[in-house]
C-alpha cells in the first residue's frame, strides 16, 4: 500500500486532508509559526486601534445588544428574558437593596445569585451587587467592625 506524504512529510490520511489536499498539521504549524512574528503582532495591534474595527465592533453590538442579552440570562443564570422582565416588574424597576431605579444607574440593573448554588435573588444595581452583597457573603465578621469605624 503506498502512502502519500505532504511536502514536508505528513501522511495524508484524510483526519490531516482539508480543502484541496493541504496538509492539517502543516497549516496549524504555519500558522503558530506567523503568530509569533512581529508582523503579526504589528497588524493585530493596528486593527485593534483601526476606527474600522472600533465602527464595526459598535454596529454589531447595537444590531445583536438584545439577542446577546438573553444568551447571556440564560447561560450564566438559567433566566429567560420573561423571567428576567418578570423579576424587574416585581422590583418596580428599582434595585432591591437601595431602590434606586435602574435607568439612572450606569449599567442598569443586574442579576444578583448565590454563587454557591447558583440560586437568582433579585436584580441589583452595580455598586450593591459589586460591593455590599460581596462583603455580606465573603466577610460577615467585618460587618460589626465596618458599623463600629462608622459610628453607627
Not at 42 to 64: G, I, L, V
Request: with cysteine; charged share 20%; proline share 3%.
Amino acid at each position: 500500500m503506498n502512502t502519500v506524504l505532504c511536502s514536508r512529510g505528513h501522511e495524508q490520511i484524510p483526519e490531516n486532508v482539508f480543502g484541496k489536499n493541504q496538509c492539517k498539521i502543516c497549516h496549524k504549524l504555519s500558522v503558530a509559526t506567523y503568530e509569533k512574528t512581529e508582523t503579526c503582532r504589528k497588524y493585530r495591534k493596528q486593527w485593534a486601534a483601526s476606527p474600522k474595527r472600533k465602527a464595526y465592533a459598535k454596529a454589531y453590538y447595537q444590531t445583536h445588544k438584545e439577542q446577546s442579552k438573553i444568551s447571556h440570562l440564560k447561560q450564566k443564570y438559567g433566566l429567560s428574558i420573561e423571567a428576567y422582565n418578570h423579576l424587574l416588574s416585581l422590583q418596580q424597576g428599582k434595585c432591591a437593596v437601595c431602590g434606586i431605579p435602574g435607568v439612572e444607574t450606569p449599567k442598569g440593573l443586574v442579576v444578583d445569585h448565590n454563587h454557591k448554588t447558583g440560586q437568582v435573588r433579585g436584580l441589583l444595581c452595580n455598586i450593591c451587587n459589586s460591593h455590599i452583597i460581596h462583603v455580606l457573603e465573603d466577610y460577615p465578621h467585618l460587618i460589626d467592625k465596618a458599623k463600629t469605624y462608622l459610628g453607627l
